[in-house]
């Protein structure tokens, strides 16, 4: 079974039994086809009796959530378990393990965390996750800083931009974030109840001109090896527990993209609390929740991040001029700023939405979510190159609220 296709379940089955000792015993196992992101066909197969299972994610020859019509390269396959095993080394606990790479069949075989749920349901469920802050933290400064040139051996980081070129995932993340939300484009899906914002956004110059800057940021600038779509549908979590998953966005970018997305997923659940709560009180009490998270995420990755440099720094000049280090993780917050707000706005007006906001079943409870999660972004766009502290982004976040 070596060339690629798209896998059925029997074959699943087969490739599971040949995975040497994994599962003990000849019985029948169960496989099911459990996918529901966008691009790929993900496989849950158990054994019964042992109670062993695994995750089978193959990725397919287009976007699944577009169709043939789309076609994505499968190398997206390899640079998503290269990413997995680099993250496993660096931010060891917090990604599943990875079994099996199969190249020909753009296949990964990987540990099941059928025992953690998708943050976002769980956010959406209204589960609190008193770990996370701490684990997310530790993920983004460990992953960010040694593939960096402050960490890592520059000549060696230059091979890895190399093994983690990403051209056709980059175009996606380039036109849904960066260049659609922003014009009348056809990939564009919102509904005609803020057909006004929409319009608004395609006509604000002031914040056309943060988003090229941006843009421009996320198509040229090497900074570190990012996890490349770092929300809370790619995070599987439990209370005590925090795995990252489906780097198949890898490549190397601005730091501030992934810590940004970590935030903007957050603020989209905070945006859309009166849809999911029992009554007002209930809401603020969970969107306090959400904004003290936010904070812990922030001023943990920056002290984790500090500490990292000054134990393991590995450029001379960046270690040595007064305040270039601060200098630094203003930039870095900054870029953190803009970017969670341009992931925010493209999840309102773009292809790819959340179920944070689309499954509210009131529409207009749905729209008044929709209209402060695209306040709160645009805001945190036009924050971005004039803030100095991540209260800025959690004033804006609770004047929203209030509004
Ligand atoms: C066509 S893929 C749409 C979105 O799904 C992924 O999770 C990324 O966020 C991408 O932009
Ligand atoms: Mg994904």
Redesign the pocket.
Known sequence: MSAYHPLNEEEAIEIARSLEGFFPGSGPLNCREIGD???NLVFHISDPVSGRSLIMKQALPY????GES?P?TLDRARIESEALMLEGKLAPGLVPQVYQYNADLALTVMEDLSDHVIMRRGLIEGGRYPLFGEHISTFIAQTLFFTSDLGMNQQEKKLNVGRFINPE?CK??ED??FDDPYTNAANNSFENAIQDEAQALWNDEQLHYEVALLREKFLTQAQALLHG?L?T??IFITPESTKVI?PE?AYYGPMGFDIGAVIANLLLNYAAREGWDKNEAAAQDYRHYLLETVREVWTKFDAKFRALWDEHGKDRMAMTPPGYKDDYMLRLLRDTIGYAGCKMV?RIV???HVADIDQIEDAAVRERAQRSALAIGKSLIKLNRQASSIEQLIEIAQTAAAS
Do not use: Q
């Open positions: 992101g966008n691009l976007a699944k959530v577009v789309w994505l995932l996606i993340t849904l974030i779509d929300h549908g790619s489906d966005f493209r773009g292809l790819a």
